[in-house]
């Protein structure tokens, strides 16, 4: 076989890798005999490596401590050299480098075949070696040296692509995160900004109903008691945000129809109202949606306000609607309302107790209201009186003295007169305490405020 390497060397010859040929590539000789060593030395360094000899075990191993070396070619027949020993310790401390072999191939062949297959010998070179044979051999060694080298570099290569592929995506993580960090505080300033919004459009519902409580005597102002209790329900059963939200501008707002009434029919309870009286009452519904229509913001909430007083069996007003059909939000509000002005004496001609009032929703249940829906609104008005307290928060009560600016209100503060001086959430300030006290002498009473405690 190696004739027919020999003869292919000579048809075609062999090609040096280009990594090689631009890189200084580095031979040892360890051989004791001078002539073999002089020979040797001027057929290697025809084939273009740089030369160092050796002539013993002690002195290959000093040379490689201290000179890189790419190939070491040994004679194993060299009296000194223990070549199985320093195969293993260039095994041990210089892996790449390449191993040739010089030896009788008459003896010790089993221990040279065993070190070849073992892969510590690169090539073996017989003794007495033909020159065409020995330089076939070094070009192949000088190849295998070059494609080695070419595999490092990419290895190199790749290996710092990934370095920078780590970097690359490290970089681009902390990015992502900055950008959801930026989202999220752009989301918290909307949400934030949103829920001012809201707040204000409630604060000037509740302004607005407030125009038609300064006609009413104040033990029939009853849109607090039904605000409060229509949030406590939105907060106890995590209703929708938007219906929430509509919910709390209808409370505010359904009785808008009522201000064009006079002042006969505002204090009249609705179960004594003439035939003539009776036709302006079922209208308040649709009086006060369509004042509510012209602000695209109340829209839902005037949806709401028109079919409040709509009847589970289709026996309501203004469109006779039943059941599902009407919409939750106005059968939660009518809830509410009937609740607070049975309470009131505004249904019938004598103001009903607390407890009589719920037996009535209970007892109209299928008929008049929701069944479900009034099961659990009777449960929440027994369970958290929402309409008799602030939703179960902590609330403490104080003199205008003893109030101290940043506290939050926990009740809107009114007037003699009835007027909206202040609404519950509002955080005080020194200007509105002043003001407070400025209304205490101007009226000539004290307020007692109520606020959430700290």
Known sequence: MEGEAIHDAQRQPEQVPAQAESEPVTLLLVVEDTGRLTSLSEIVEQEGFNVLNAESAQDALATLE???????????????????????????HWPDCLRLLMTDVTSGTEDTLRAIEEGHIYGLIPIPWHDERLRLMLRRGLEQLGNQREQM?????????NQDLIALNAALEQRIEATQQ??????????????????MHVTTARV??????????RHLQTNDQVHALVTAFCEAHELDRTLQQDLQLAS???????????????????????AHERAAYQHYPVSGENQLMAMPQLKRAAKIVRHHRERWNGGGFPDRIEGRDIPYGARLLGLAVDFIELQRGMVLPREVPRPQALALLRKFAGRIYDPELCHDFVK????KAPDLQTSGKA???????????????????????????????????????DKLKNFEEIEGRNYTVLVYRP
């Open 380 to 383: 929440l008005c027994i369970e």
């Open 66 to 92: 201290r000179e890189p070396v790419d190939i070491v070619l040994f004679d194993a027949l060299t009296p000194s050299l223990d070549g199985h020993e320093l195969l293993e310790l260039l095994e041990e």
């Open 395 to 433: 609330v403490i009560s104080l003199e205008t003295s003893q109030v101290k600016p940043g506290m939050i209100l926990a009740q809107d503060i009114y007037s003699a007169s009835g007027m909206l001086l202040l609404h519950e959430g509002k955080q005080l300030d020194q200007h509105l305490m």
């Open 208 to 217: 607005i109903g407030d125009l038609l409580h300064q006609r009413l005597p």
């Open 182 to 199: 930026e989202l999220k505080q752009t989301a918290e300033m909307l949400d934030k900004a949103y829920d001012e919004l809201l707040h």
């Open 153 to 161: 570099r990419r290895e190199k290569a790749l290996l710092e692509q």
């Open 252 to 274: 505010a707002l359904y009785n808008m129809g009522k201000l064009t009434w006079d002042d006969h029919l505002l204090v009249t309870p609705s179960e004594q109202l003439s």
